[in-house]
């Protein structure tokens, strides 16, 4: 079965210290992966995702993940966040093609101190 | 954002009772999908739906059933609401030609006393 592990549960940085939330999952096939955020009060938005190519991926809000095929990882990075990246964030993996199912980790909660 | 409405937005009710959750969307995807939030836990597939009347169980479907009728609704039903379904549950939906992103409605704060 899939899963995936965030090991970072919570993480307290000040404005303009570098950020990487760490992702694992556990599947053996191809996979697609996502990282997704959920501000205060609000649904969860799509940060950035990986189908194929490219192993670092470029999403919005100058967030960025490297996919280590070899470590079964796709780690978050921003080199300078913001007050307003205070969040919480999910790693999502696709695995299972052809049934559309979706795993989320279990999320960290990112507080930026300004 | 995608037009995904959640209905009720927030809820409480008591053990014992019946409970439905509505999910509406107007992007005419073809998969729904019902989660739930809790603290520690992250998002837990409940059930999705793969089409009209066609739907599978997620990781914790116990105590809860879905119905699809149309494309546009998606509906979770508590048969009988227990505290441990006490959570805030979100529909998603998606669609093969998205490249598999899933788009998220606001939520349903759902207090079972």
């Known amino acids: 079965a899939q899963s995936v592990s965030q090991h970072n549960h919570h993480v307290i940085l000040s404005e303009a210290a570098s950020l990487e939330l760490g992702c694992n999952y556990s599947y053996g096939g191809t996979v697609n992966l996502f990282w997704y955020v959920q501000y205060p009060g609000q649904h969860l938005q799509l940060l950035l995702k990986y189908f194929s190519g490219d192993p670092l991926v470029k999403g919005i809000k100058g967030f960025e993940a490297e996919f280590i095929k070899s470590k079964f990882s796709f780690n978050l990075r921003k080199p300078s966040v913001q007050w307003s990246d205070t969040a919480e964030y999910f790693c999502?993996?696709?695995?299972?093609?052809?049934?559309?199912?979706?795993?989320f980790g279990t999320g960290t909660r990112l507080k930026v101190l300004a | 954002d995608a037009g995904i409405t959640q209905s009720p937005r927030h809820k409480v009710t008591e053990t014992g009772t019946p409970v439905t959750l509505r999910c509406h969307q107007t992007e005419n995807h073809r998969y729904m999908y019902w989660y739930r939030q809790d603290p520690g836990h992250g998002l837990r597939l409940i059930h999705y739906?793969?089409?009209?009347?066609?739907?599978d169980k997620g990781e914790v479907s116990d105590g809860y059933s879905v119905s699809r009728s149309k494309t546009e609704d998606f509906l979770l039903t508590l048969e009988s609401a227990t505290s441990s379904q006490t959570s805030v549950y979100f529909c998603a939906i998606s669609d093969p030609g998205g490249a598999y992103e899933q788009y998220f409605g606001p939520g349903t704060r759902l207090t079972v006393t």
């Open positions: 999502a993996v696709n695995g299972d093609s052809g049934t559309y199912k979706y795993i």
């Open positions: 739906s793969y089409g009209v009347k066609d739907t």
